[in-house]
Nanobody, 125 residues
C-alpha cells in the first residue's frame, strides 16, 4: 500500500550540503509522523529526525541538531531532510519511513517494518 522512495544523496565534501527527498507513491496525503534514519557500514540503523503529522513538531538526534532540518509537504506527500555543514560521520545510507502514529518518535519499532533501499550519502574529509 505504501511505497517510499528516497532521493537526493550523493558525494559531498565536508562542510557541504545536501537535500534529501522522500516521496510516498501510495498516498496523496498522510496523517502519520515521518522519520529519517541512517545506517553506516557495519553499524546499526540510527535515528536522525522525525516530523509529526502536520509538521508542527520535530525531533532530532543530538548528533544532527542545528545542522539538519526536516520538513514535509502533506499535499505533495513528500518529506525533506536538509543537511548542512555535513561531516564525514554523517556518511551512510539514509532511509525514510512512516511511523505507526501521528506524533514524533525516535524508536525504529514505532515505524513500519518495511524499509526501502535508501539513498547513499558520502561525506569526504
Amino acid at each position: 500500500q505504501v511505497q517510499l522512495v528516497e532521493s537526493g544523496g550523493g558525494l559531498v565534501q565536508a562542510g557541504g550540503s545536501l537535500r534529501l527527498s522522500c516521496s510516498d507513491s501510495g498516498r496523496t496525503s498522510s496523517n502519520n509522523a515521518m522519520g529519517w534514519f541512517r545506517q553506516a557500514p557495519g553499524k546499526e540503523r540510527e535515528f536522525v529526525a522525525a516530523i509529526n503529522w502536520n509538521g508542527g513538531r520535530t525531533l532530532y538526534a543530538d548528533s544532527v541538531k542545528g545542522r539538519f532540518t526536516i520538513s514535509r509537504d502533506r499535499v505533495k506527500n513528500t518529506v525533506y531532510l536538509q543537511m548542512n555543514s555535513l561531516k564525514p560521520e554523517d556518511t551512510g545510507v539514509y532511509y525514510c519511513n512512516k511511523a505507526l502514529s501521528s506524533e514524533v518518535t525516535d524508536s525504529w519499532r514505532s515505524y513500519r517494518a518495511s524499509w526501502g533501499q535508501g539513498t547513499q550519502v558520502t561525506v569526504s574529509s
